[in-house]
């Protein structure tokens, strides 16, 4: 059958799940039988999130073919287990660069350049874009309804449902029932409003997915149904839940998925085994055990800069049917000599990536600390520079180890590498380069070393893991480094480039140039998530 859209808006306010919604009926389209792919519509004018920083935006999720994507991204691939590639997120800043392009080279023979339907056309066309034999093609747009820059966009589907037929083409909106304690009641007034304002843009929702602390009273469901032109069984109760790995379960309890296939007129009768689910729901209510892990990081104000990474670390507690308790910790904290008792009773450490300079040297004391303490130590990205550097300083020989990120040194064990091998091409970058086009982006090989703790992890001598640095370990320093005791276990195909390093004398000490976060899903936990788990629970047992 050719694809079906179905289009995933927001009312009310931000931040009501939107893209964890759209994940969920995916995965609940998927138990079905169907194929999904899952596509983030955002506003702002940003060309992509990789500029952006962290702790206004959260963190910027990598695809495989190294597009720098929203975090939603994110949940749609943990989810459906689809790979999302670069067609899947735009922003109106690309939006816009691509039309002002085609209006310099002259594409639109002198017409004059317009929203509508200049805009609009552009949008539609990704939408479309790179699309196969997928049954159904899901486009969550960020924002909320009433904002001035996400017009475009709700233009474009409005255009596009009627370019692809109403049969083909469902609108589900996401709103707010806010619960008023002092009335005793929720309100549904600010859902009735938000549909009205969609309304006002030509676009009629089909199914209410309804945010609330609270059960929805049959006579408020009848009311939002019939001011807002729907069914009553199309008005989905969407309550908080424990864990958003419930959140499928609930939907397809709520029917929402059935609404969905019946909307189609496809077959609703077949219903979906959510058992994995449901499984991981059960370990995480009732674990057999905890561990704790602190992670070391500088942009823990807003936790959503880590997004991916504490998700991994849920699926390797998943998997080892233990609960995880993460401790957050400023790495400028650290900076002071009388602060490392905030990792006291710790089952394990974590630094993760960043860029600057600021934090780092609280991240070189965490390394130094789970080195010397036998603390089950991972280092991410900026984490494993951090770690080789504090290696190079104290059993190395070079106090004054540093990176070339901080400025120009006679002991830069961290460099700016120029240039590399992918695939049968020469990538090159500059140091005065445009920041968002310096950095090794995308999944690159990795040959891991025989005999080492990751070759064992992994089972396998080739992985393929996604990246997003501009700094790499200076191999010069090797001989130094591996004095030092760190062993270069995985290194690029041309040996070059050296991607993990892990210590032997050490119960679990693993250094990683890559994001292996971004791969780890909750029903298949990535190796080394799963593996540093198992080493902090085996510390529990030994205390």
Wanted: with cysteine.
């Amino acid at each position: 059958m050719a694809t079906r859209f179905i289009f995933i808006t927001g009312g009310v306010v931000s931040s009501l799940g939107k893209g964890i919604a759209s994940s969920a009926l995916g995965t609940l389209l998927q138990a079905r039988g169907y194929k999904v792919r899952l596509r983030k519509l955002d506003p702002y004018l940003n060309v992509d999130p990789g500029t952006m920083s962290p702790t206004q935006h959260g963190e910027v999720y990598v695809t495989d073919d190294g597009a720098e994507t929203d975090l939603d991204l994110g949940h749609y691939e943990r989810f459906t287990g689809v790979a999302s590639r670069q067609s899947d997120n735009v922003t109106s800043g690309r939006i816009y660069s691509s039309v002002i392009a085609k209006e310099r080279r002259g594409d639109y023979l002198g017409a004059t350049v317009q929203v509508i339907p200049h805009v609009t056309d552009a949008i539609k066309e990704f939408i479309r874009a790179d699309l196969h034999d997928e049954d159904f093609c899901l486009c969550e747009i960020g924002g909320t309804v009433g904002d001035i820059e996400s017009l475009p966009f709700l233009e474009a589907i409005r255009q596009l449902r009627n370019e692809e037929g109403s049969e083909n083409c469902l609108f589900i909106h996401v709103t707010l029932l806010p619960y008023i304690k002092s009335a005793g009641e929720l309100k549904t007034k600010p859902t009735q409003h938000s549909v009205k304002e969609l309304l006002s843009v030509g676009i009629q929702p089909e199914i209410l997915l309804c945010r609330a602390e609270r059960p929805i009273p049959e006579g408020e469901r009848k009311k939002i149904a019939l001011f807002c032109n729907i069914k009553p069984e199309c008005v989905i109760e969407a309550l908080d839940v424990d864990t958003i790995y419930n959140v499928p379960v609930k939907y397809h309890e709520q029917g929402l998925d059935e609404q969905t296939v019946r909307y189609f007129k496809l077959p609703a009768d077949k219903e979906p085994d959510l058992t994995p689910w449901k499984t991981i729901v059960q370990r995480v209510r009732e674990p057999e055990g905890e561990v704790t892990i602190a992670i070391v990081g500088k942009y823990t104000s807003l936790l959503d800069s880590y997004k991916s990474l504490s998700e991994a670390l849920a699926h390797g507690g998943i998997a080892n049917n233990v609960r995880v308790n993460l401790r957050w910790l400023d790495s400028q904290v650290f900076e002071s000599a009388d602060t490392m008792d905030n990792l006291d009773g710790v089952d394990g450490i974590l630094v993760p990536g960043g860029f600057g300079e600021r934090g780092t040297e609280g991240k070189i004391r965490a390394a130094q600390f789970a080195r010397e303490m036998k603390v089950p130590f991972f280092g991410i990205c900026f984490g494993m520079q951090l770690a080789v550097i504090e290696a190079a300083r104290n059993l190395g020989g070079l106090p004054k180890a540093t990176s070339s990120e901080f400025g120009a040194s006679d002991h830069a064990v961290i460099g700016l590498m120029t240039e590399w091998i992918k695939g049968n091409q020469v990538e090159v970058r500059k140091s005065n380069g445009d920041l968002g086009g310096t950095m090794r982006l995308g999944s690159y090989p990795c040959d891991l070393v025989k005999g080492t703790k990751v070759r064992e992890i992994y089972g396998t001598d080739l992985i393929h893991e996604r990246h997003r640095h501009r700094y790499e370990v200076n191999s010069t320093y090797r001989p130094q480094l591996e004095k030092a005791g760190l062993v270069f276990c995985g290194l690029s195909p041309d040996g070059q480039l050296p991607e993990m390093v892990e210590r032997q004398d050490h119960p679990w000490f693993v250094g990683v140039q890559f994001h292996p976060e971004l791969k780890s899903k909750p029903l298949d936990p990535h190796p080394l998530f799963l593996s540093f788990i198992a080493a902090a629970v085996h510390k529990t047992r030994l205390v």
